[in-house]
């Protein structure tokens, strides 16, 4: 069964640096979002992609944050200068079509920033 | 943001017996309601969805009920499983024709042998 796929699954990196959070979503999809889960928190919405560029973002999707899809294939997110309160799970998922809302989630990549 | 609640953080219920999550939302202009159920270490997994032209929503074990003046619905297991221990997240979409889904805070299931 075809799944979306995260690397890494799991980076520390020190405040100030930049992550970059990779995704291969399923490949016939065609909407590409990042979600992130906040330790306790609700999953929350970051941005949502589609024909190459940013369908919709959030609050918190800020100057800081921007999304890619480089080859076709990976979906990017991007992170310049890390805060303390970027630690979190990042959710990337995919669907073919939204009217539904029916998202393939990937396992996340948890973020620890120190 | 506290458009879409589940006010329970924790429900446990017998093998066997129903299993009934809640959820409550406040924006009116939400058409499509889901749940996503998540084990850990792994994402969010769509379970069941309904549309708000709906009022019940069947698959299998998993039925979804909309009470749209309330402004609530609900998921109910039956007979409720060992497997189907984990959380439950309720979630809405198409307010104002967003991508987005908004989730609730989640509730976690343990079923009991």
């Known amino acids: 069964e075809p799944e979306v796929t995260q690397t890494p699954s799991h980076q520390v990196t020190q405040m100030g640096q930049e992550v970059i959070l990779r995704c291969v979503p399923i490949s016939n999809h065609l909407y590409f979002y990042w979600y992130r889960q906040i330790l306790g928190q609700k999953v929350e919405f970051l941005v949502s992609f589609y024909n190459n560029e940013i369908s919709e973002k959030s609050e918190i999707f800020d100057d800081q944050f921007s999304v890619e899809r480089p080859d076709g294939s990976n979906f990017t997110l991007k992170i310049r200068s890390t805060k303390l309160e970027d630690s979190a799970m990042y959710f990337c998922a995919s669907t073919l079509e939204f009217n539904t809302g029916e998202l393939f989630f990937g396992e996340g990549s948890r973020l620890t920033v120190l | 943001d506290q458009q879409v609640k589940q006010n329970s953080p924790s429900l446990s219920v017998q093998e066997g017996r129903i299993s009934i999550l809640n959820c409550d939302y406040t924006n009116s202009m939400f058409d499509y309601f889901l749940w996503y159920k998540k084990y850990p270490a792994e994402g969010p997994t769509f379970l069941i969805s309904i549309s708000s032209i709906k009022d019940k929503n069947e698959d299998g074990r998993f039925t979804v009920f909309l009470n749209k003046s309330a402004k609530h619905l609900s998921l109910h297991i039956v007979p409720s499983q060992p497997g189907d221990s984990a959380v439950y997240f309720c979630?809405?979409?198409?307010?104002?024709?967003?991508?987005?889904?908004?989730f609730g805070q989640g509730t976690r299931l343990t079923i009991n042998p």
């Open positions: 979630a809405a979409t198409g307010a104002q024709g967003a991508q987005k889904l908004v």
